[in-house]
Structures are given as structure tokens and as C-alpha cells.
């Protein structure tokens, strides 16, 4: 089956350039390294994870908890190491595993702090750990040069350029709803309230441009992953993307996340690419030097460019085509390969059979993709609005697309007295956890069992919880997000659909 | 093998123009947080950079500070020296007409404080760096319930009670309730004076008062004092959003939440756990806020008065501008109503039910528990609109800068 599956797509195995994996793992790894210290120094670890006295989990994974003391502190600061490690490409196997696993555990701790981007972070650094990152450009292979290769079959590259289209597409989808479109929600909202934004803050409470932005908001993410495959316009869909991330971040409090993207998305740069840019900052120098050569006599600008692929290129002041730079550098790779041909599958292009762990490299990230094309259309699945009910709502990719607020209060009912009291959750939950929970049905239903074991005394059980869930949705009015007579105490989380939310129209 | 297409002139230009563009932001991104602060400081955005939009959010900032929470803090102010005069008036010549003046001057302050609830607005750094909180200036102005046993223990124990052992003792033996406990009394004024003046701890209680009067007058200086331009100017760290490079959705943002969190707390704390509906203990009149001297009811009523002040940035009918301008500007609706009348009425709505009750809370607790409770639910559909639907339209939990959305 693998043998078919590849066989049917020898493009994929084709060895190109490593270059552009050395340059993902180099930004990727800083960026995680920038974003964990980040995280250290704004306090969050503290105020998320140690203080508050409940967790919202994550559905099959309520058995993970913050480690107490200083253990959590440990993980964040092995998490940044290992981040520094895969920038370094020092240990990488070990280090991008380590990531992965800790990384990912930090996140499972509370649903409160759900983000898309934290998730397609652990989607990727597992990827991660599959590829080749650390075999040119890093200290794994300065140390170790077998491992030392110029060359990688495409898919390696291409795997994550499916994993950032995946994003974008699934992100574009989730904008094709009625609000997005046809409203301009919640865009509108939030857009009214930047109008101090820089030069076209003016604009902002005008709704047609709330229309203009949510249109090529969707746009922009359904075209983008292939406009940055297709060469011809890929310059000009990267400057799109800078800009479009850049006002993003201006706009909305989404920390990394555009930074990240901005970083990602290098990966559909070929090494062609970037030859060809140096070449033109060369060529640019190269006639500043020539009109200036009389006041500085000598070499200007005695560059000496390494690249990934071991080809050295000495920028000197001869101009050098773009094509002259392309053919060196790749019958340089070839010349690598073919020297080393059985040292690694993944340089062994001359075989026309996969190795073993090739093919299960494969078949395991098939397996990955395909479950990421069906978890974003889970919310098929469940009856009402995904962005009402909820049901189907993370790991979909479903950014920036709801305003919701909402105010909830808990009916305790003692079944043996009759009693009746409410509970304000905001003293038991801190303010971001309390607004997560206002109007997100799965974190009701959690914190009403909470509420249940918590207030169970000698003398009382059976406690019923009702909950009073007003949310305000998309400048909707706020109405009943869960009927107030189903006694939540008695419902099981599970991933059926919830009978008791009530319908939102 | 493929080799690479000649690339045209065009796209390299482009491709190196990204190259230097990114390098730039990276490098802009990095260093903006220090320079956005300093350039905040040197010049205040002009005009028309945040201007531009046909609702100018500086203007309700500058009048919301300027026009409503200042003037609020200085009746407090002018309130508080009042009560202090009283005291010394009471401690020169104890009598009971003096008891009463005292009393009297309390009530003012106790319901001109309640107006200004909602301006606790966390804690920022002043031109020094020092940090400042407005909760614990707030704590130390009223914190309750007070700790009775506390004070008696001080007068029992201390051989002299003055403004600087007041000030160094905690939130819970000093303010407007530690002052309540000691001037109002089921006794009676007649015998509340002689617990000032007669027996070993007569004169000692007698200090405690005036030192806690002292002590309150100083604190409301302060607070002003943090508002004010020769202070440590909060008005205009607040008016230009400096803590947020000149965005003044951080600021609108601030107040909001903090409306609807003191909001919450009040409903829940003088109605909510008195009347019972917070727990099991069933109804329990002890709980209400100033039951000794009996304006529960008055105290509250400053809130919603001032709830009212701040959402309509001074009256509902006057042209100053405020959230319900603000929400009418963004056409916010409820149910085919603008929102901000359905607000304007629902906080109508909860005064009327609560100026029916004509007796201390505490009393019409057991008394008339349906109309309390009327109150209470009231109350809370107002908290909904505010947390649910002002939020919404207002984009304020999206912006509220203490972690990262998406």
C-alpha cells in the first residue's frame, strides 16, 4: 500500500534543497524559545495554572494536572530549553520530542486558555519530529557529519506546507457562515472599537469596510496556502501574508500567533528563492560599490555566504546569475548525496524504494492529515450552530469568528431540605476563567460537577445544579445559552450531543 | 532534474523589498513597547490620530474622568474633612446634638463613597514608578464587615490611639464601617456618648474616632490626589490609555469590566447573602452593609445613583457623552430596543423596587423578603445586560489586555 501510495507520487521524493527546513527550524525554534520566556515574564504560570483552585480539562484528559511548586516552572523553563535546542538544531530529535511532549502538557492543563495557534503548535512540533530539520545549518551536524545532508526528499518540506494550508483552508471554511458574510460579525464589533487604529482607523465604523475586511478575511485564508505554492505570484502572496498578519497583531490582543504565521509560511520558499534574493542584494551592492569604488578602494563588502547546502558562494563583486548560483548549489546537493548514498533513505534518491521507515513515516502522517480533515467537520456531527452550541468548536480552526459574553449563575438545590441557593462562580473561578466559562457549555457542565463535589458535605448529597447561562452573541440579545431545569448534576460530559442547550433561533 | 526558472528582475525586487520589509518590522516589533511609552509621555496623541471615527472615545475618556469621577471623588473629599470636623467638634464638647452631627456627616460620606465604587481600577505604575493600587486605597476607605473585636481590643490594649496607629493597622479595623460601629449604637445616642467619655476607655474611644476621621479625610486626599494633574495624574494616564500605547479601548475596556464586577459583587454581597439567596443558611439580616446605622437601603441606592452617573457619563439626559451615547453611536439593540434606554430603564427598574422598601434592609428582610428579593432580581437582570450585552457591543472582554484571544 505505501509503495503505491509513493508510488503514485514520485514528486514527493524527488531530493530538493534542505534549506528551507533550516530556516523553519531556526525561526521556529526562536519563536517558541521568545514566546515561552514571554509567557514566564507576563506571570501566567502563576496566575493561570497555580492559583486558581479549579481546572477546566480537556475531555479524556482530566487526569492532567499542574505540577505543584516549582515542578511547572521546570517544565516551562525544559520547554524553552528544548525550544533553544531545535533553533541551535542541538539534539534535535530528543529536543523537538521533549517539545512536543511538554508543550503539549501545558496546554492540556486548562481549557480556559484554549487557543488555536497553542494547538496547531503541538499539531506541528509533533509533525516535527519526522523530519529532517537538524541535518545541515545545525550543531547536530557539525558534531555528527554523517548526518550532513544538502539534499531531502520533497515531502518533507511539502508536509508542512500541507499542515499550514490545512490551517488556513479549515480557518477560510469556518468564515463561510452567515454572520461572517452577510453581517460582517463579529468583525464589525471589534473593528468599531479600534477606530484610533493607525491611518485607516478612520475607516473602521464604516460597515462596508467591515464587509471588505470580513470577505478578504476569508478570502485570504481559503487562497493563501496556494498562492504561496504557485512561484509566480508566491513574492507577492508573502508580502500579503506579512501584511495581513502584521494588522492582525495590531488590531487583536492574539499574542505569537501572527508572528508564528509570519514565520511558518517561509516554508513555501524554495532554496531558488532565496538564491535568487541574495543574488539580487548582491547585485544591488554590487552597483553601490561600483559607483562609490573610488572613495573605498578595495572590496567593499567581502561577504562569504554559507548556505545549508554546503555550497559556499563568495560574494564578491562579480554579479552572478541567478541560474549560475541554482545549478552550483544543486549539483553541489546531487554531488553530496550520491556520495553518501546509503546513509540515509532520505538522501537516497536514486533508489526508487522507499525504506521501511520511510514508508511508515508516510503512512503515519497520511493517518495524521486525513484526522485533521475530518476533526475541523466533527461539528457535522451535533445539531445547531457550532458557534452557539459550542459542540465541535476547538481544533477547528474557528479564529477570530465569535464575540461572545455571557453572565452565568449556578441553582443549588437540596433535594432533602428543599433549599435553594445560587453560586456566583467568580468565587471559585478567577476573571478568565469565570468569562471562558459564561458561555461555553462543556465548561458549565464541568464546573457544575465541580460545584457538586465541592459543596457534597457529610449530611448532603444529591445535590441538583441548574445553571442560569445568559449569553450575548455576535450583538445578538443575550438569551438562555442552557435550559435552567435540566439538572446538570445528572448529565454526563460526553461527546454525544448536550440535549440541554437550548437552540439559539 | 528541474532546474530553477530564471527569475524575472520583478520578482526579485519584490522578493528582496519582503526581506528588508520583514527585517524591519521584526526589528520595529521588538522595540515598540519602550517607545510607544516614552513618545506617550513627551506628546499625548494629537487629535486627529485618534479621532477620525464619528465617536470620539478620548471625549467620553476626558469626561468620564474630568467631568464625573474627579467631581465625585472631590464631594467625597469635602465629605470626609466634614465628618473629620464633626469628630473634633464631638471630642471638644461631647454631647449629643455633637453625636448626632457626627452621625450625620458619616451617612453623607458613606453614601457619597457608594457612588464611586466602580472606579476601582486595578492598580497602575506613576511617574516615579511606584506602583499604585486603587484596591488598597479603596480597602482602607471600606472594607467590611469590620472587625469589632479588633477595635475593642486596640482601645483596651493601646495607651494612646492616634492617625498614625490607625493608618498602620489593617483594612478591617479603620473606614467607613470601623467609624459606623462606633457612632451608631441599638442603645441609644444618650448612652453611646458616655461610652466616649466615662471609664478607663472612654477617652481612648473617643481617640479612635477622631483618628479614624483623620484617617479617612487623609485617604480621600489621596485618592483625589492620585486623580489629579500635580498628583500622580491617573485622569490623564486613564484619558490617553497610556498603559496601552494611546488605545483608549484599553481604558473604556478597564471601566467596563470593573463596572460589571462591582456591579456583581454588590448585588450579591448587600442583597444576595443577607436575603439568603447565596446559601443555605436561609435569611440572615446580620450580613446587610451598615446595619447599625440602618442606611443599607440609602447605601445601595448611591450605588445604582452612581452606576447610573457613570454609564450615562453624568445624566441620562444631558449631552455629555457616555456608554449610552457610545452604544447608540454603535447601534447596539436589545430585543428591537437600543440598549442603552433598555439599561437606562432596567437600572430605573431596580431603583424604583428598592425606594418601595420603606425601612432599613435589614428589617425588610424579614419583613417584606418578595419586594428585597424583587430588588435582587432586578438587579440581576441589570447584570446581564451589562456583562452579556454592553460587553458584546462594546468589545470589551475581546481587548481587555491580561492574556492572549484568538
Redo the contacts between chains.
Sequence with gaps: MATKLTGRLPDLR?PVSILPLVVFRVLFGLLMLASTIRFMANG?IEA?YLKPEFHFTYYGFSWVKPLPGVGLYLVFGLVALAALFIALGFMYRAAIIAFFLLFTYTELLDKT?????YYFISLLSFLLIFLPLHRSGSLDSWLWPALKTGVVPRWTIFAIRVQLGLVYVFAGIAKLNGDWLFQAM?LK??L?????F?FI??L??HTWFAYLMSWSGAIYDLTIPFFLLW??T???A??TV?GFH?MT?KL??????P?IM?ACTTIFF?E??Y???I???RT?FHRLSVRVDHTLPGRLLPMKLTFASGVEASAGLSPIS??KI??LS?STA?TSASNRPSNSPNNNHHSPQPSRTERLILILLSLFFILQILIPLRHWLYPGSVLWTEEGFRFSWR??LV?????T?FLVR?PN?G?E????P?DYLT??QE?QM?FQPDMILEFAHYLERRLAGPNQSDLEIRAEA??????R??RLLIDPTVDLSQQQNSLLPKRWILPIE | ???????TTR?????????L??LL?AGC?SSAQPEVSETQEAAP?TEE???????D?HELLANMADKVIVPLLEDFGEQAAALEAAAHQFRDDPTEANLEAVQQAWQQAAMGWNRLVFFELGSFRNANGDLVSFMEIYNKIDKWPTNVDFIESLIADQETIDEPLIDSIGSTTKGLPAIEYLIFNPAGNAQLVSTFTDGPTGSKRMQYLVAATENLNNKAKELLDIWAAEGDNYAGVFINAEADG????AS?SLLVNQMA?SL?DIV?RKI?HPL?????A?VRPELVEAELSGISGQLLHSNFEGFATVFNGGSEAGQQPGFDDYLD??G????GQPLSKVINDQIKTTQAALEAIDEPLHQAMENQPDQVELVYNEA?KL???I???M?????????F??????
Excluded: C
Design positions: 524527488q501566567w493561570f486558555y484554549y487557543l488555536n495557534h463579529p464589533l471589534w468599531a472599537a479600534q477606530t484610533g493607525p482607523g478612520f473602521f465604523d512561484r509566480k508566491r513574492p507577492a508573502y508580502l506579512i502584521l497583531a487583536f490582543p492574539i499574542g505569537m500567533f508572528w509570519i524554495s531558488q528563492d538564491q535568487a534574493a543574488t539580487f542584494i544591488i541567478p541560474t541554482s545549478t544543486l546531487t479564529v477570530m464575540e461572545k459574553t455571557g453572565f449563575l437540596d431540605t433549599q441557593w445560587t453560586v456566583y467568580r476573571y478568565q468569562k459564561s445568559y449569553v450575548s452573541f455576535n450583538g440579545s443575550s | 532534474m528541474k532546474r530553477s526558472l530564471p527569475l520578482s526579485m525586487i519584490t522578493f528582496s523589498l519582503i526581506g520589509i520583514y518590522l516589533n496623541p490620530m485618534v479621532t477620525g471615527s464619528g465617536f472615545r494611546g488605545d483608549p479601548q473604556i464586577a456583581e450579591k444576595g439568603g439567596k447565596t446559601s443555605q436561609g453611536y454603535v447596539a439593540e436589545y430585543e440581576r447584570i446581564v445586560l456583562k452579556a450585552d460587553a458584546n457591543h462594546l468589545a470589551v472582554t475581546m481587548t489586555n491580561d492574556s492572549d484571544g484568538d
